[in-house]
Antibody, heavy 118, light 108 residues
Framework: EVQLVESGGGLVQPGGSLRLSCVASGFKLISFEMNWLRQAPGKGLEWVSYSSGFGSPIYYAESLKGRFTVSRDNAKNSLFLQMNTLRVDDTAIYYC???????????WGQGVVVTVSP | SYVLTQPPSVSVAPGETASITCGGN??????VHWYQQKPGQGPVLAVYADSDRPSGIPERFSGSNSENTATLTISSIEAGDEADYYCQVWDSPSDHWVFGGGTKLTVL
């Protein structure tokens, strides 16, 4: 079964860091473009970052550049999101999703909750 | 940056047809994808590449894209179609994914 499973969320204080993981099963990560997205409570979907199959190029939403870093370990079929200097407004459900500009995001993880609070 | 505009809400009676629009400059030059998100659940791809349906999505869901407006059409509306719907495109000049603000579909 094709599946994405995120982990690593939790409660962190402002200024702290978290590293999210997204493990793929049922397909080879290296063959697909991958994305991180987030959804703040009661808000819409916000794209966070893009990673091509081989890990480059990588793109970020303008508001997150410099604080968030995406990486992947294709040997472990895993995608990561390192989040630094977290702010209260980074509180959201974070999703990883597989897809590209032609087919959209056809596989989504279940989402992981990140709460940034004093 | 590229902007996609959706109506905040659409209401329709059961059995009727719902049309959800997504506006953007020269949108017809881009490939538009649509997602359905039911309360408490993650998004699901409903239509991709303007008008194609993933496997498992009912034929009641269809899409079109012309000039500056893309439309998601859901026919024979059912109570289970009540959800938030988002349009999405890849903006090549900025190398960014862009989402519309979402439309809440209410089944009366």
């Amino acid at each position: 079964e094709v599946q994405l499973v995120e982990s690593g969320g939790g409660l962190v204080q402002p200024g702290g860091s978290l590293r999210l993981s997204c493990v793929a099963s049922g397909f080879k990560l290296i063959s697909f473009e991958m994305n991180w997205l987030r959804q703040a409570p009661g808000k819409g979907l916000e794209w966070v970052s893009y990673s091509s199959g081989f890990g480059s190029p990588i793109y970020y939403a303008e508001s997150l550049k410099g604080r968030f870093t995406v990486s992947r370990d294709n040997a472990k079929n895993s995608l990561f999101l390192q989040m630094n200097t977290l702010r209260v407004d980074d509180t959201a459900i974070y999703y990883c999703a597989r897809g590209d500009r032609y087919s959209g995001f056809d596989v989504w993880g279940q989402g992981v909750v990140v709460t940034v609070s004093p | 940056s590229y902007v996609l505009t959706q109506p905040p809400s659409v209401s329709v009676a059961p059995g009727e047809t719902a049309s959800i629009t997504c506006g953007g400059n020269n949108l017809a030059s881009k490939s538009v994808h649509w997602y359905q998100q039911k309360p408490g659940q993650g998004p699901v791809l409903a239509v991709y590449a303007d008008s194609d349906r993933p496997s498992g999505i009912p034929e009641r869901f269809s899409g079109s894209n012309s000039e500056n407006t893309a439309t998601l059409t859901i026919s024979s509306i059912e109570a289970g179609d009540e959800a938030d719907y988002y349009c999405q495109v890849w903006d090549s000049p900025s190398d960014h994914w862009v989402f519309g603000g979402g439309t809440k579909l209410t089944v009366l």
